[in-house]
């Protein structure tokens, strides 16, 4: 089997249009979340999300691009430009051929559904732009990102909800372990700020007017954030014959499915994904320094990832560092695992552990050290990344630094 | 009425192909000025919304249309006519 390495890493969040300016957002413990702003917001009663506010779409692309693209695509690939830059691999000739793009989303075009159902349903027109099918597609942003990159290996889309990127990520270091692809470009991108999207959450009722508080007594819900975050992997031997900057290399990865129920978390599923991703990266459960855990800030998601944290860790629990990002960057649903990577890729690569922000009390069902308000500074060598997606489908994400 | 239609379909196809409208002339082809079938299709969309009218083109089949959509004149001429239809 190939060993797989990250080799460039990119991303657009609320936190920044950037690596580096997320980053810094992190180390400095800041919070995105926010008022948002869009169409018919006055007729929702959930209106904070991590809104991207920052980018301007026409800066970045053509018109004609523009004309394809849906919000959760120009995510997607302008995020892809800075991962592939960073990586300085050019895809020509045989490379290409052995090179895909594996995405994940939940949502995929939803902007384009929502503002072409106002169209016709709202303002009862009865002509909608030429383009909606292939902009609102679920695999609109994979097949962008491959057509401005010349990848021509395997490529698709995941939609496992919430766990799409890490699922999506998990098949590209498949790919390349097995030797199938030399370089896979992977990750996930989500643009669902919007009148429908958030419509639809509020009626689920899980979802927090005020803020994202993971693992603290007064958390009430979820915030959606949106954005992309895309990532170079690489099998290793390709990668140091070039002389590649290597940011970490993924060591394994695992999958379950709790068989349970659509919405409700389940302990054991979430513990069997964290245990087979250890076997996989043979890896012991001491090893691991810090897990950016999937905590939603729902009371049931931040109870149940405690208990199977600490099932699989047992003594090693107390130690390990464990930290929501969503408390900055809002859940980004099918994108979220690819932003948390970039945690997890900062925190091996420069010690900087990023924080669950906005803690307020300690909840004894969520007893870890989850990093509360302040970034800290200390050195890892293993890492993790979890995701429990609605429907009861996990996925972890084993790393080590190199 | 003619030349503000004519003057507006040039508008419209010069900027779906990124030229300036003195570089589009009613004698071109649409291959010509380098317009593609996703080029000409939103053009055709914008077409319509402006003039808040239906054109028979068929996408699959360019050749197909009730009108031959490969020459700027006949496509003003097409969008003429249905204009005028609309008026009256």
Known sequence: MKRVVVTGQGTINALGIDVASTIQAMSESRCAIGQMEFTDINRLNIRIGGQIKNFDPKEYFERQELSLYDRFTQFAVFAAREA?????????????????????????????????????????????HPFIVPRLMNNAAVSHVSMANNLKGPSFTVSTACASSNHAIGQAFHLVRSGAAQVMITGGSESMLCFGGIKAWEGLRVMSHDGCRPFCATRNGMVQGEGAAIFVFEEYEHARARGALILAEISGFAMTSDAADIVMPSIGGARRAILAALKDAKMNPEEIGYINAHGTGTVANDKTETSAIKEVFKGHAKNLMVSSTKSMHG?????????????????????????TV??????????????????????????MSNAFAFGGLNAVIALRSI | MTNAVQDKVIKIIAEQAMLDTSEVSIDMLIEDIGLDSLGLVEAIFSIEEYFEID???????????????????????????LVSAKVN
Do not use: W
């Open chain 1, 358 to 383: 906005g803690y307020e009390k300690a909840d004894p069902n969520c007893d870890l050290d989850i990093i509360p308000n302040h970034a800290r500074d200390k050195k890892v060598s293993a890492v």
């Open chain 2, 55 to 81: 054109i028979p083109f068929n996408a699959n089949d360019p050749a197909a249309s009730e009108f031959d959509v490969s020459k700027i004149k006949t496509i003003i001429n097409a969008i003429e006519e």
């Open chain 1, 331 to 355: 859940h980004l649903i099918g994108g979220t695992g690819a932003v948390e990577l970039i945690a997890c890729i900062a925190a091996l690569k420069d010690g900087m552990i990023a924080p």
């Open chain 1, 84 to 128: 592939i830059l960073q990586s300085g691999l050019i895809f020509e000739g045989e490379l290409s051929h052995y090179s895909g793009v594996i995405l994940g989303t939940a949502g995929g075009g939803l902007q384009t559904q929502d503002e072409s159902y106002r169209a016709v349903y709202q303002e009862g027109k009865n002509r909608v």
